[in-house]
């Protein structure tokens, strides 16, 4: 039998302590909200408050149930108000010190078998039960921002931790209409550990110049479906916290990669600490306010100040699906499309278009794709613009003609589920016209055009691979079943599907391919494939029967 909770104790009211205090209140438990002093305390009521007039005002609450969610919340500034709370979750900012200082004086207050609980995001839950004499009856109880909305818990089981107590908070989460996935004690857990690496490159491709705030948060929005890019979610975070989290993941594993770019920390030193302050990566309306004003560097995603060369007559040249749908998407767009399948015969058909796709071919008497290049330039009219949707760097196929200022990507990215992202890939030698060229016809036919390096995976491959690469990982050691991972990514960060969904539909050798390359550019060692994804590609290349997918054939 789980144990029945009533009465909770909720310290620290910032952000996430505030929401886990209104969490509870909604649930019909009797919450204890602690705070420093009376000023704190204020603004920990004010959340409360705000949150639930916010509902009523959206038609979600009566105004009825909003009175008996804020009579059920009592505040305190002493911590001797929870001296009845048969369970304290601690949300205090993410010091290890004031921690163990909180837990140690909660020990001495709170009866023998009250539950302690952190909300810590990536310090170690094991520290913090130290520093009581109750370590088995210490947990993590680690919500997601905002907590009223995401659905996921984790519950960090310490090796002190008792495993009915463990349960007891998975079945508590289950209460308050949320998952609970209980994980062992690693920074960063199942959620940030994956989330934070990503973030972690896209501020790495900010603060190199490489891809506009505007464009990658686009490119990931738009392109993957995720609720917000990663620069607004980092906003919403929380700069300070994301600074925290990455240092602690990178002290753990002294991986590069989740050392903090050092955009961030130039943020945090600057007070730009995302919604909270009012500014972080972008400038908002007042601390607090998601709504983002215009602070003078929003522009238009990537666009060039050079006119577009005018297109009328389009060439797709290749034979595949992608082929296929880009003649039809471009025919209904109003261009002239000539299809050619990529074959040596009848090139001199496409003498007179404007702009030429090479969107993939496997024609039998298809030369490679920078032979065919090579022979195209030897059609087409002088300013017509040679475009490929391969992974290839575009500068090896700019230099394959003898144009290289008229040749740009346009590529579609693997990993997307929508399809209404297209990258602009302009190499090191492609002129500003043709550039603007390439986004004028992706407007044309509809679609979102980002600005992307010519770097491998270019830019939304680029972010999310490794991504997928580090779940793989993860599932390698163990840490947590395919099914757990899923459910972390889609309940904790509104993710439309979890990395192994994803997986399965990218397919593993494309994914693996788009590894190596990456690695292979940024020689990284956390870039390195996982050999589970390495064999699962390998498995699936040779056609053995290894069931229908990704999640299937893996131990759960
Ligand atoms: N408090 C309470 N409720 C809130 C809220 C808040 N701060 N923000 C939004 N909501 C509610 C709204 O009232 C609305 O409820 P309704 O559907 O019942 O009317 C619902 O959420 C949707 O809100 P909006 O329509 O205003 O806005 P969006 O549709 O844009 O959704 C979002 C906002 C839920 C924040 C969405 O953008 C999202 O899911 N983002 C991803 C957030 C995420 O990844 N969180 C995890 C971060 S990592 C973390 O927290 C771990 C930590 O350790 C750092």
């Known amino acids: 039998m789980a144990r029945d909770f009533q009465t909770v104790g909720v310290v620290g009211l910032g952000t996430m302590g505030a929401g886990i205090a209104e969490v509870f209140a909604r649930s019909g438990l009797d919450v204890v909200g602690v705070e420093a002093d009376e000023a704190a305390l204020a603004r920990g009521r004010g959340h409360v408050q705000r949150s639930t007039a916010r509902a009523v005002q959206r038609g979600r609450l009566t105004e009825a149930a909003a009175a008996a969610i804020l009579g059920r919340v009592t505040f305190a500034t002493d911590l001797a108000a929870l001296s009845r709370a048969e369970l304290v979750v601690e949300a205090v900012p993410e010091r290890i010190e004031l921690k163990q200082e909180l837990f140690g004086r909660l020990d001495a207050i709170c009866p023998d078998e009250t539950v302690l609980a952190t909300n810590t995001s990536s310090l170690s839950v094991t520290q913090v039960a130290m520093s009581t004499d109750r370590p088995s009856r210490v947990v993590g109880m680690h919500f997601f921002n905002p907590a009223p909305v995401m659905k996921l818990v984790e519950v960090v089981r310490t090796v002190a931790t008792d495993p009915a107590v463990a349960d007891d908070i998975e079945h508590l989460a289950q209460r308050l209409g949320k998952t609970g996935v209980t994980v062992g004690d690693k920074a960063g857990f199942i959620a940030n550990a994956l989330l934070f690496g990503y973030l972690n490159s896209a501020m790495s491709l900010l603060g190199a110049g490489q891809a506009s705030r505007e464009d990658i948060d686009i490119a990931m929005q738009v392109g993957c479906g995720l609720p917000l890019g990663p620069f607004a979610l980092l906003d919403l975070i929380g700069l300070d916290t994301a600074y925290q989290i990455l240092d602690t993941m990178y002290q753990e594993s002294r991986d590069r990669l989740l050392a903090p770019a050092p955009i961030l920390g130039q943020l945090v030193t600057a007070r ?74 009848r090139l001199d058909d496409l003498a007179d278009v404007e702009l030429v796709v090479v969107a993939g071919t496997d024609a039998p008497d298809a030369p490679g794709e920078l032979a065919l290049l090579s022979a195209l330039d030897g059609v087409v009219k002088p300013g017509t613009v040679l475009a490929t949707t391969s992974g290839r760097p575009v500068i090896d196929c700019a230099v394959a003609t003898g144009r290289p200022a008229d040749v740009v990507g346009m590529h579609v990215p693997a ?142």
């Open 415 to 556: 990993v997307s589920r929508e399809g209404g992202v297209v990258e602009v890939v302009s190499s090191i030698a492609t002129s500003p016209d043709v550039i603007a060229t390439a986004y004028d016809v992706v407007h044309r036919l509809g679609k979102r055009a980002v600005r992307s390096p010519d770097t491998a995976g270019f830019l939304v491959d680029r972010l999310v691979v490794p991504y997928l690469n580090d779940a793989v990982r993860m599932l390698e050691a163990h840490y947590a079943s395919a099914d757990d991972i899923d459910a972390a990514m889609t309940l904790g960060c509104g993710y439309p599907v979890g990395p192994f969904e994803l997986l399965d539909e990218v397919g593993s050798g494309v994914a693996l391919d788009i590894q190596w390359a990456v690695y292979r550019q940024f020689r990284e060692p956390g870039l390195a494939p996982a050999p589970l994804l390495e064999h699962l590609a390998t498995a699936a290349h040779l056609g053995r029967p290894t069931g229908r997918g990704f999640r299937e054939r893996l131990p759960r």
């Open 272 to 345: 730009f600490l995302g919604r909270k302050s009012g500014r972080g990566f972008y400038a908002y309306e007042s601390p607090g306010s998601g709504k983002v004003v215009d602070d003078g560097s929003t522009r238009q995603a990537g666009a060039t100040e050079a006119e577009p060369r005018p297109v009328r007559r389009v060439a797709v040249v290749g034979s595949g699906t992608s082929a296929r749908q880009l003649v039809v998407s471009a025919t209904s767009a109003g261009f002239d499309v000539v299809a050619h399948d990529g074959g040596t015969s």
